[in-house]
């Protein structure tokens, strides 16, 4: 965006780095990297680059919940990312722990580094992952230290505290990894990738090709005999550990605790990279102590020689309270301090990206003078992340799922461009090419649902011969070709099959696999999405109505006790803002409502 730029990291080494699972997408997960990508950030790009494996999951449900998830090499990811930084104009990488922010008068002058170097700033966005007075702990073994053995920042946590800014306790684990050699494929289940594999960059013309299997193996009854019966020896149930973990990533002695009834539980076994024998151990997080982990990883099927290269371990480490921040993810008593990732008490390399390019374009414009931008929580999962932090808080880690959305079927994956293209290109980050190869598609997209509209075919021996091998009733007089592809049993490559699919593509044959794709979708759901379109249209409204930032609401007759307490607390943006609050009622909002109008 044109604004002079630094990254500070404790370690250029660790840039980029992927310290849990080298995965990059899932559920949910998968629709905010498209969105980053959309938006003209580089997640996406790195994503697909950097791919040994690619799947596309819930294929089995709706299209709402379908989601890329691409396993990365881990190295190569990281010296991918480091050089895009590096080559980036305007932006300097520098190696140094930044120990203190200076403020002024409630305003960011600049920051100090453990070095004595002093740099101006006007804005500085904290993005510390779990660094931030880092603790890891396994068993009775606990020492300072971020991941990957990579000191902890142990000094600007005093600088946050001194300027008002109050901090809490939250941790996360990871399992252990393993030496290829000493695993037994043959008593696991090969997962393979997508026979063809759908990019995260909505514009890519690499020819993506899976380069590895994954694995899965599952706990049995002696592993969760070994994991109770030392249960005494976990961090977790000692107490030593205080910070609140994520309750929809849990460790396995959690998963053996809550879930006693069960007699198994899911492990993927998933490789780091093409030039490493290390495997990782999705589903199998830990703090016990090193012993014991090698007991209960050697009871499971494939895995009875493990060799452990790096043991799982918790991490403890501090982050803020995200109801102290503004949709724009600045700070609300600090004038051009924002954070983002696990510092907002967020959990994922996604959900942090997410953040991180929504800070990094509100900083920019503050600097610029340019008014904030905001994602509508309608827009996209990343609107709907940053939405629940600062309206509703978190007291775990934060982590997006499909749920969490109301208009999941509007913020599908395959939408992303539709829905956020414009935007990226408006605020500059977005390539012209990019955008205009976005306008061709989207043109060609609604062009072939217009001609499936208008388009009447007679009976064909051939299209009836498809329509029973579909079990589907076969035609006997004229129909719209939107009304075939409508049936559940049709799909767009059965028209391709019958000659009957467009022959206007972006290469002038036919649409190609992800145009297809959204047209199937956009024609087979569309009652469905004309009716999220009318609840998106309500809630805007709302999102439109302006609440003033120094109102005592207490003043404000007809609003609850609660209402005016919450309201004063959080000081939302909007009235669809304040509606999302906690303890705000209909009855509050339609106070809200009459009280605007009267101003």
Same mark, same amino acid.
């Given at each position: 965006?044109?604004?002079?730029?630094?990254?500070?990291?404790?370690?250029?080494?660790?840039?980029?780095?992927?310290?849990?699972?080298?995965?990059?997408?899932?559920?949910?997960?998968?629709?905010?990297?498209?969105?980053?990508?959309?938006?003209?950030?580089?997640?996406?790009?790195?994503?697909?680059?950097?791919?040994?494996?690619?799947?596309?999951?819930?294929?089995?449900?709706?299209?709402?919940?379908?989601?890329? #998830?691409?396993?990365?090499?881990?190295?190569?990811?990281?010296?991918?990312?480091?050089?895009?930084?590096?080559?980036?104009?305007?932006?300097?990488?520098?190696?140094?722990?930044?120990?203190?922010?200076?403020?002024?008068?409630?305003?960011?002058?600049?920051?100090?580094?453990?070095?004595?170097?002093?740099?101006?700033?006007?804005?500085?966005?904290?993005?510390?992952?779990?660094?931030?007075?880092?603790?890891?702990?396994?068993?009775?073994?606990?020492?300072?230290?971020?991941?990957?053995?990579?000191?902890?920042?142990?000094?600007?946590?005093?600088?946050?505290?001194?300027?008002?800014?109050?901090?809490?306790?939250?941790?996360?684990?990871?399992?252990?990894?393993?030496?290829? #050699?000493?695993?037994?494929?043959?008593?696991?289940?090969?997962?393979?990738?997508?026979?063809?594999?759908?990019?995260?960059?909505?514009?890519?013309?690499?020819?993506?090709?899976?380069?590895?299997?994954?694995?899965?193996?599952?706990?049995?009854?002696?592993?969760?005999?070994?994991?109770?019966?030392?249960?005494?020896?976990?961090?977790?149930?000692?107490?030593?550990?205080?910070?609140?973990? *994520?309750?929809?990533?849990?460790?396995?002695?959690?998963?053996?605790?809550?879930?006693?009834?069960?007699?198994?539980?899911?492990?993927?076994?998933?490789?780091?990279?093409?030039?490493?024998?290390?495997?990782?151990?999705?589903?199998?997080?830990?703090?016990?102590?090193?012993?014991?982990?090698?007991?209960?990883?050697?009871?499971?099927?494939?895995?009875?020689?493990?060799?452990?290269?790096?043991?799982?371990?918790?991490?403890?480490?501090?982050?803020?309270?995200?109801?102290?921040?503004?949709?724009?993810?600045?700070?609300?008593?600090?004038?051009?301090?924002?954070?983002?990732?696990?510092?907002?008490?967020?959990?994922?390399? $996604?959900?942090?990206?997410?953040?991180?390019?929504?800070?990094?374009?509100?900083?920019?414009?503050?600097?610029?003078?340019?008014? *904030?931008?905001?994602?509508?929580?309608?827009?996209?999962?990343?609107?709907?992340?940053?939405?629940?932090?600062?309206?509703?808080?978190?007291?775990?880690?934060?982590?997006?799922?499909?749920?969490?959305?109301?208009?999941?079927?509007?913020?599908?994956?395959?939408?992303?461009?539709?829905?956020?293209?414009?935007?990226?290109?408006?605020?500059?980050?977005? $390539?012209?090419? #990019?955008?205009?190869?976005?306008?061709?598609?989207?043109?060609?997209?609604?062009?072939?649902?217009?001609?499936?509209?208008?388009?009447?075919?007679?009976?064909?021996?051939?299209?009836?011969?498809?329509?029973?091998?579909?079990?589907?009733?076969?035609?006997?007089?004229?129909?719209?070709?939107?009304?075939?592809?409508?049936?559940?049993?049709?799909?767009?490559?059965?028209?391709?099959?019958?000659?009957?699919?467009?022959?206007?593509?972006?290469?002038?044959?036919?649409?190609?696999?992800?145009?297809?794709?959204?047209?199937?979708?956009?024609?087979?759901?569309?009652?469905?999405?004309?009716?999220?379109?009318?609840?998106?249209?309500?809630?805007?409204?709302?999102?439109?109505?302006?609440?003033?930032?120094?109102?005592?609401?207490?003043?404000?007759?007809?609003?609850?006790?609660?209402?005016?307490?919450?309201?004063?607390?959080?000081?939302?943006?909007?009235?669809?803002?304040?509606?999302?609050?906690?303890?705000?009622? *209909?009855?509050?909002?339609?106070?809200?409502?009459?009280?605007?109008?009267?101003?």
């Amino acid at each position: 965006m044109g604004v002079k730029t630094a990254i500070f990291c404790l370690s250029l080494d660790t840039v980029a780095n992927l310290p849990c699972n080298p995965s990059i997408g899932g559920t949910a997960k998968g629709q905010i990297v498209s969105e980053i990508d959309a938006l003209g950030g580089e997640m996406g790009k790195a994503a697909d680059a950097c791919l040994i494996q690619s799947r596309t999951l819930n294929k089995g449900k709706g299209a709402a919940v379908h989601a890329l #998830r691409a396993q990365c090499d881990r190295t190569k990811y990281h010296l991918y990312m480091k050089q895009i930084l590096e080559k980036q104009k305007n932006l300097v990488l520098k190696q140094d722990e930044v120990i203190e922010i200076i403020f002024e008068q409630k305003k960011v002058k600049g920051i100090r580094t453990r070095l004595g170097l002093f740099y101006e700033a006007k804005a500085v966005i904290i993005a510390s992952g779990t660094y931030l007075d880092a603790k890891i702990h396994m068993g009775d073994c606990s020492f300072s230290s971020g991941a990957d053995g990579v000191l902890p920042a142990t000094v600007l946590g005093k600088s946050l505290e001194k300027a008002g800014i109050k901090l809490r306790r939250f941790k996360t684990g990871t399992p252990a990894r393993i030496n290829r #050699r000493s695993i037994d494929f043959s008593k696991t289940e090969a997962q393979y990738g997508d026979e063809i594999i759908t990019p995260f960059t909505f514009d890519s013309t690499q020819n993506l090709q899976n380069q590895v299997l994954c694995y899965i193996t599952y706990t049995n009854q002696n592993t969760h005999k070994i994991i109770t019966d030392n249960l005494h020896s976990s961090p977790l149930y000692s107490g030593r550990i205080h910070g609140r973990g *994520p309750r929809y990533c849990p460790s396995i002695e959690d998963k053996v605790v809550r879930f006693a009834d069960k007699d198994r539980h899911q492990i993927f076994i998933e490789p780091m990279g093409l030039d490493t024998d290390e495997f990782y151990l999705q589903g199998l997080s830990s703090s016990l102590p090193a012993e014991v982990q090698e007991q209960f990883i050697r009871t499971i099927a494939g895995l009875e020689n493990a060799e452990i290269m790096r043991h799982a371990y918790a991490i403890e480490y501090d982050c803020c309270d995200p109801l102290c921040l503004y949709a724009t993810l600045e700070f609300k008593e600090i004038q051009g301090l924002f954070s983002a990732g696990q510092f907002n008490s967020t959990s994922g390399y $996604e959900e942090a990206a997410g953040q991180g390019l929504i800070a990094g374009v509100n900083a920019a414009r503050k600097v610029q003078g340019k008014e *904030p931008v905001i994602l509508e929580r309608s827009s996209s999962y990343i609107g709907t992340l940053i939405d629940d932090l600062v309206t509703k808080g978190c007291d775990e880690p934060y982590r997006m799922m499909t749920a969490r959305s109301e208009f999941r079927l509007m913020q599908r994956q395959d939408n992303a461009p539709e829905r956020l293209c414009k935007l990226g290109y408006k605020w500059g980050l977005l $390539e012209k090419a #990019r955008y205009e190869y976005f306008l061709e598609a989207r043109k060609l997209q609604e062009n072939e649902i217009e001609r499936l509209r208008k388009t009447v075919v007679k009976p064909s021996p051939e299209l009836n011969q498809i329509l029973e091998e579909r079990q589907t009733t076969p035609i006997t007089g004229a129909v719209k070709l939107i009304d075939l592809l409508k049936r559940p049993q049709i799909f767009y490559k059965d028209l391709v099959r019958a000659g009957l699919a467009v022959r206007a593509g972006l290469e002038g044959e036919n649409l190609p696999p992800y145009l297809q794709s959204k047209v199937e979708t956009e024609v087979k759901y569309e009652g469905y999405i004309k009716i999220q379109e009318d609840k998106i249209k309500k809630a805007r409204s709302l999102e439109k109505k302006k609440l003033p930032l120094d109102f005592d609401y207490k003043n404000l007759k007809g609003l609850s006790i609660e209402a005016a307490e919450k309201l004063n607390l959080h000081t939302p943006l909007t009235v669809g803002q304040a509606g999302r609050i906690s303890g705000v009622n *209909p009855a509050d909002v339609a106070v809200l409502l009459v009280w605007l109008a009267t101003l």
